[in-house]
């Protein structure tokens, strides 16, 4: 079935430097992306997504880049700070019947102050 | 924070009894998900529902019955659960005017269930 790979499943980093989470999907019809964060014991929040027409977006120091020929996306947090530690999941749209998303397994980041 | 709600939060329960799970969003979206969370795996899609109507059941166990009275909420009927079962559910609605959107998913904070 269709499914979306995430990597790595941990990453540490200190803060200030910046870090990357790649996701690799497999239906190529698929045409949204979501980033969604997730801090322990509360719900995952859309943190930035990017459609299929678009190759990058960014939003302050967030940035998702999409390669459609690869069928792969990835997250870029510059600076990081303490309060990025969280959970991030990546996901991508699948056409079923209905659409729904198919999510990675995420990746557990810690920023260490 | 407060678009989707679900109670109860928190609910431990034997193999045996019956609970129910509730959602409701106050976005004024169509559509509504269960999803189900357990440790180290992606989230799982169960239900989808789109102007009440359900659109996609992903082959979940029917000890697991999903209703859907009005777009705004959504339960999620529990009985003769499995250990195994015990996960985070979290609900998430979309705007969804067509069926065949991509528009966001927004989650409710989740009821974190515990089967004895």
């Known amino acids: 079935g269709e499914n979306v790979e995430q990597h790595p499943s941990t990453l540490s980093v200190q803060e200030g430097d910046s870090a990357v989470i790649k996701c690799t999907y497999s239906?190529?019809?698929?045409?949204?992306f979501p980033w969604y964060k997730q801090e322990l014991g509360k719900r995952p929040q859309l943190i930035i997504d990017?459609?299929?027409?678009?190759g990058e977006k960014k939003d302050q120091r967030i940035a998702v880049t999409l390669n459609k020929t690869a069928k792969h996306f990835s997250l870029h947090i510059t600076e990081t700070q303490p309060e990025d530690s969280a959970v991030y999941f990546c996901?991508?749209?699948?056409?079923?019947?209905?659409?729904?998303?198919?999510f990675g397994t995420g990746t557990r980041l810690k920023v260490l102050a | 924070e407060t678009g989707v709600t679900q109670t109860p939060r928190h609910l431990v329960m034997g193999m045996t009894n019956k609970k129910s799970l509730k959602c409701e969003q106050h976005?004024?979206?169509?559509?509504m998900y269960w999803y189900k969370q357990s440790a180290k795996k992606p989230l799982e899609l169960m239900f989808v529902?789109?102007?009440?109507?359900?659109?996609e059941n992903n082959s979940v166990p029917s000890r697991f019955s999903p209703e859907c009275p009005n777009s705004s909420h959504l339960f999620l009927h529990l009985h003769t659960l499995q250990p195994e079962d015990s996960a985070l559910y979290l609900c998430?609605?979309?705007?969804?005017?067509?069926?065949?959107?991509?528009?966001?998913?927004?989650f409710g904070p989740g009821t974190r269930l515990t089967v004895l």
């Open positions: 529902y789109n102007f009440k109507e359900q659109t």
């Open positions: 990017i459609r299929s027409n678009v």
């Open positions: 976005l004024g979206h169509n559509a």
């Open positions: 239906d190529s019809a698929s045409n949204y």
């Open positions: 998430a609605s979309s705007q969804d005017r067509t069926g065949r959107s991509t528009d966001t998913q927004y």
């Open positions: 996901a991508a749209t699948i056409d079923s019947g209905t659409y729904k998303y198919i």
